[in-house]
């Protein structure tokens, strides 16, 4: 459809024009032409993003490229064709699939970025429903969800089809795929309402950490990852194969009754009230709706509902900072006119209804270009290559190291240095280049040539069969060394204070550091002396090593960088150790008699202790007064199965007087629940020392986690 000649042309001058102001007044001749110039670029985008499903500049420019023309044709009204992107709503169709057509339209949604533009739209509700200026309007306002829309019809309580958003007027029928989602009640009591034909709208999307597993699975049969959530998750929808469908883990909310008849034909939506009021009657037939429910179900009575625009603003605010903690990928919110009956009186465009608007996030996407490809040696020997990109924003930080995870993944994307890249910072996964836009390629593109030799120690790099990355095997590459090192002292390790990469690297090249035991022998008195550090960092840093060498040993185990070995395996083999040198004894078998640990893992944890090197290292690190002896948090099961806090959540937070954290945290895993990291909705349990602070705060904000005392807690699990 378009060349790759054209497509260039037209992204090149997409960029251009985004540069120019669209405030500035044209003379009509110009506005002419810019019209018909803008009209085919905004055509082209459309096409990339609905026909392809491939888009390569962002929502945010889109959206300002689509405001251009309309200021344009609002200047000039006889300058409007009625094939203008703005008369329509649809783009080009994707072919051979079997399409529907839906009862209403499906418009898209108007786009706010801050407080100003709410203030803007909540004027413009006013002034459309003859309202007087300081009217309070109340509006609902609801997740903006990032997955596959999807527009369900029941007829006389039964789901009768599914389908896509497609272009709003046709989508592809999903009928099959839909019924494989369990959070779609296949009936559904919509005649109790005198409704004998619905249809409603809303989207289909999978979890975070359900699309984290999918991913580590793909990674694991070494197939090609998906780049996030919702392209999991619309290309789920599409599966041919529903079996396939339902193994993508997708869910589905519902957001909007667009439509309900009675057996006559005649419209039977005035009945209801607000838009909240139809959303929680689909919240009490079964559907997942935005917004808590009670456990028996039912919707909360006022769930995101805000009295007056100011209200909305904190909101979206609130979200906007927390969007991490959600377990659902979102790209905003939406904020709708909560009575029907204004929402009537504002009614639509062409495009999008006037009462409602998208309060978008700050962009997750942005495109930039592939400076170099560097190559890193890890802990573990594994070469990783990363990209270096000129640097860009995304989500109000500045990106510019990728990792490119490995050989294949590069050829999969067929990623050149070069390169025009579009990536993508989702959330707290690390910033993933999505793909490479080879339209734009001009023919200076370099291939990314993987090097045979360590980039560092220049041994020959090999790759075990069956794996994806090439390793460099030399343990005392000093590379290896390094890492190690960081990792050993990292907050998931031994968790050393002020011992990070930076101070590492420093002591590094003094020549303080040699192996990890030389961190147990660091001079504090010349740490003092250092420019930067002064007597109170070097005190806080020897308290912190000293603090450290008290670890229990499953910290230890994994902190010696032995591949496959995380904290989870490291706990399985605390458990059941007295001592860690005991396993210089232990031969292939006795490893594998532990449950969950593999043949792979029990191969290297045990060739890491047949090595004389790593023990002997061990035991200078006994002699330093580093910890080898099984602790009571070693002890601990790694999750019990059954006990009085089976199933939730915990957190502790601040300073407890009977306990030390290590102590509780084991005391809550052995009464059966699992520790968070950190306060979300998922919390539920937070347990507040002395000078508990940020967290208890946020926890209380959120409201529905429950927050006890450490008396509270010793009571229940016995101190
Ligand atoms: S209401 C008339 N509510 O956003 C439009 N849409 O840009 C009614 N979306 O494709 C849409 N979450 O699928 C609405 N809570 C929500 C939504 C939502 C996500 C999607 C919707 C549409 C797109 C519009």
């Known amino acids: 459809m378009y060349s790759k000649e054209a497509q260039r042309i037209l992204f090149e001058r997409s960029k251009e024009l985004l540069k120019t102001s669209p405030a500035e007044p044209l003379d009509f001749n110009l506005a002419s032409e810019r019209v018909w110039e803008l009209s085919n670029i905004i055509r082209y985008h459309e096409w990339r993003y609905y026909v392809q499903n491939d888009p390569v500049i962002s929502d945010f420019e889109y959206d300002q490229l689509y405001k251009q023309l309309e200021a344009i044709e609002t200047q000039y009204p006889d300058l409007i064709t009625p094939d203008s992107p703005t008369q329509r709503v649809s783009p080009d169709l994707t072919e051979n699939v079997e399409q529907v057509v839906h009862l209403t339209p499906m418009l898209s949604l108007d786009n706010s970025y801050d407080a100003e533009d709410l203030l803007d739209f909540d004027t413009s509700v006013k002034k459309l429903c003859s309202l007087p200026p300081d009217a309070e309007v109340e509006y609902a306002v609801e997740p903006k969800f990032d997955g596959g829309t999807i527009v369900l019809i029941y007829e006389n309580d039964r789901l009768t089809r599914a389908a896509t958003r497609g272009n709003g007027e046709l989508g592809d029928e999903i009928t099959a795929n839909i019924r494989t989602l369990r959070s779609i009640p296949l009936t559904a009591g919509f005649s109790k309402y005198g409704m004998a034909k619905v249809e409603l709208r809303g989207e289909a999307l999978i979890r975070k950490d359900i699309f984290e597993k999918i991913n580590a699975r793909r990674m694991a049969a070494g197939e090609v990852l998906f780049a996030n959530p919702r392209n999991a998750a619309t290309g789920g929808l599409r599966m041919k194969d529903p079996r396939e469908a339902a193994s993508r883990g997708l869910e589905a909310f519902v957001y909007q009754l667009g439509y309900a008849v009675d057996e006559a034909g005649n419209n039977v939506l005035d009945r209801f009230k607000t838009h909240h009021e139809t959303v929680r009657i689909l919240g009490e037939q079964g559907f997942k709706i935005p917004g808590p429910l009670y456990p028996d179900g039912t919707a909360e009575s006022n769930a995101g509902v805000c009295r007056n625009i100011a209200e909305v603003i904190d909101l979206c605010n609130s979200w906007q900072s927390q969007r991490d903690d959600y377990p659902y990928e979102i790209d905003g919110m939406v904020v709708k006119v909560n009575s029907l009956d204004l929402q009537e009186k504002c009614g639509s465009t062409t495009h999008h209804p006037r009462w409602a608007i998208a309060f978008k996030f700050k962009a997750r996407q942005a495109t930039t270009r592939l400076r170099d490809v560097e190559?890193?040696?890890?802990?573990?020997?594994?070469?990783?290559?990363?990209?270096?990109?000129?640097?860009?924003?995304?989500?109000?930080?500045?990106?510019?190291?990728?990792?490119?995870?490995?050989?294949?993944?590069?050829?999969?994307?067929?990623?050149?240095?070069?390169?025009?890249?579009?990536?993508?910072?989702?959330?707290?996964?690390?910033?993933?280049?999505?793909?490479?836009?080879?339209?734009?390629?001009?023919?200076?593109?370099?291939?990314?040539?993987?090097?045979?030799?360590?980039?560092?120690?220049?041994?020959?790099?090999?790759?075990?069969?069956?794996?994806?990355?090439?390793?460099?095997?030399?343990?005392?590459?000093?590379?290896?060394?390094?890492?190690?090192?960081?990792?050993?002292?990292?907050?998931?390790?031994?968790?050393?204070?002020?011992?990070?990469?930076?101070?590492?690297?420093?002591?590094?090249?003094?020549?303080?550091?040699?192996?990890?035991?030389?961190?147990y022998r660091l001079d504090y008195e010349q740490i003092a002396q250092l420019e930067g550090f002064g007597q109170k960092s070097a005190d806080n840093l020897e308290k912190a090593v000293g603090k450290a060498k008290q670890n229990p040993i499953y910290r230890l185990l994994h902190s010696l960088s032995i591949h496959h070995l995380g904290q989870k395996s490291s706990k399985l083999l605390a458990a059941v150790i007295g001592h860690v040198l005991e396993l210089k004894d232990w031969d292939l078998e006795r490893?594998?008699?532990?449950?969950?640990?593999?043949?792979?893992?029990?191969?290297?944890?045990?060739?890491?202790?047949?090595?004389?090197?790593?023990?002997?290292?061990?035991?200078?690190?006994?002699?330093?007064?580093?910890?080898?002896?099984?602790?009571?948090?070693?002890?601990?099961?790694?999750?019990?199965?059954?006990?009085?806090?089976?199933?939730?959540?915990?957190?502790?937070?601040?300073?407890?007087?009977?306990?030390?954290?290590?102590?509780?945290?084991?005391?809550?895993?052995?009464?059966?629940?699992?520790?968070?990291?950190?306060?979300?909705?998922?919390?539920?349990?937070?347990?507040?020392?002395?000078?508990?602070?940020?967290?208890?705060?946020?926890?209380?904000?959120?409201?529905?986690?429950?927050?006890?005392?450490?008396?509270?807690?010793?009571?229940?699990?016995?101190?």
Request: aromatic content about 6%; some cysteine; proline content about 4%.
């Open 375 to 519: 190559f890193q040696v890890g802990k573990t020997g594994a070469v990783t290559p990363v990209a270096k990109l000129e640097p860009v924003q995304l989500a109000g930080v500045t990106v510019q190291n990728v990792s490119l995870h490995n050989e294949d993944f590069i050829k999969n994307k067929d990623i050149r240095i070069g390169d025009h890249v579009l990536v993508e910072r989702a959330g707290d996964v690390i910033p993933y280049i999505v793909k490479a836009l080879d339209e734009l390629r001009d023919g200076s593109e370099q291939p990314v040539v993987y090097p045979t030799h360590c980039p560092v120690c220049q041994s020959l790099l090999v790759k075990p069969e069956g794996e994806a990355i090439w390793r460099c095997e030399n343990a005392e590459c000093e590379a290896q060394v390094l890492q190690r090192m960081i990792f050993h002292t990292s907050k998931h390790a031994m968790d050393i204070e002020g011992m990070g990469e930076s101070t590492i690297l420093r002591f590094y090249k003094l020549g303080w550091l040699h192996s990890i035991a030389d961190i």
């Open 591 to 719: 490893y594998q008699e532990i449950k969950d640990i593999g043949p792979v893992l029990a191969q290297n944890v045990y060739n890491f202790f047949q090595n004389e090197h790593n023990v002997e290292l061990l035991q200078t690190m006994e002699q330093l007064g580093v910890n080898l002896s099984q602790t009571e948090a070693d002890r601990k099961p790694a999750s019990a199965t059954e006990g009085p806090l089976l199933g939730k959540t915990i957190l502790f937070t601040g300073t407890l007087s009977t306990l030390t954290r290590e102590q509780a945290e084991a005391k809550a895993a052995a009464a059966g629940a699992s520790i968070s990291s950190g306060v979300s909705k998922n919390l539920n349990i937070l347990v507040a020392g002395e000078k508990a602070g940020s967290k208890l705060k946020k926890a209380q904000a959120l409201g529905t986690v429950a927050i006890w005392t450490e008396e509270e807690f010793t009571e229940l699990v016995g101190a």
